[in-house]
Antibody, heavy 121, light 108 residues
């Protein structure tokens, strides 16, 4: 069974940093591209970042470019999101989501349960 | 950036009725890269439809997707109690993934 489990969320002050993790199991993690997608309270979904299986290609949404860094450790079946210079508008549930390989990674076929990040003083 | 606009914002229907949800793109979208998701309160989104019209694994056949270019539709042929949720369309193009704002299907 494919599982994605996020952790690392919490309360952080504006300007602070936080590192999210996503532990994967039930599939060959090292062969899939993975994404971070977030959802502000009561709002819609926003794609945040993408990383290929080998980390050779990385993309970010403009809203987080220069502040967030995505990375992965295939030996540990884990995905990370380092978030710096956090703002109130970064408050959201952060999901890791697997790219659907047969769709050219254009959509997300499995999602974690999410971890809540709250940026507030 | 391609903007996806979903309509209506809220759809009030009774179980057994047919639901028709619209997703309109600001410019042409490859059908290969148009997807639909269902999200229930407190849960992660679930992939329903990919490639505009292909059902994801385990999705009942009462869910169907159609459309091309800038106009796409998700149809639920007969609403079951578990189908009342928020639905999002999503597209991928030029290293950017974007979602519509969602349509809430609520019990009338």
């Amino acid at each position: 069974e494919v599982q994605l489990v996020e952790s690392g969320g919490g309360l952080v002050q504006p300007g602070g940093s936080l590192r999210l993790s996503c532990a994967a199991s039930g599939f060959t993690f090292s062969t899939y591209s993975i994404n971070w997608v977030r959802q502000a309270p009561g709002k819609g979904l926003e794609w945040v970042s993408y990383i290929t299986s080998s980390s050779s290609t990385i993309y970010y949404a403009d809203s987080v470019k220069g502040r967030f860094t995505i990375s992965r450790d295939n030996a540990k079946n884990s995905l990370y999101l380092q978030m710096n210079s956090l703002r109130a508008e970064d408050t959201a549930v952060y999901y890791c989501a697997r790219g659907r390989r047969d769709s050219g990674y254009g959509c997300f076929d499995y999602w974690g349960q999410g971890t809540l990040v709250t940026v507030s003083s | 950036e391609i903007v996806l606009t979903q309509s209506p914002g809220t759809l009030s229907l009774s179980p057994g009725e047919r639901a028709t949800l619209s997703c309109r793109a600001s410019q042409s979208v490859s059908s290969s890269y148009l997807a639909w998701y269902q999200q229930k309160p407190g849960q992660a989104p679930r992939l329903l439809i990919y490639g505009a019209s292909s059902r994801a694994t385990g999705i009942p056949d009462r869910f169907s997707g159609s459309g091309s270019g800038t106009d796409f539709t998700l149809t639920i042929s007969r609403l079951e109690p578990e189908d009342f949720a928020v639905y999002y369309c999503q597209q991928y193009e030029s290293s950017l993934w974007t979602f519509g704002q969602g349509t809430k299907v609520e019990i009338k």
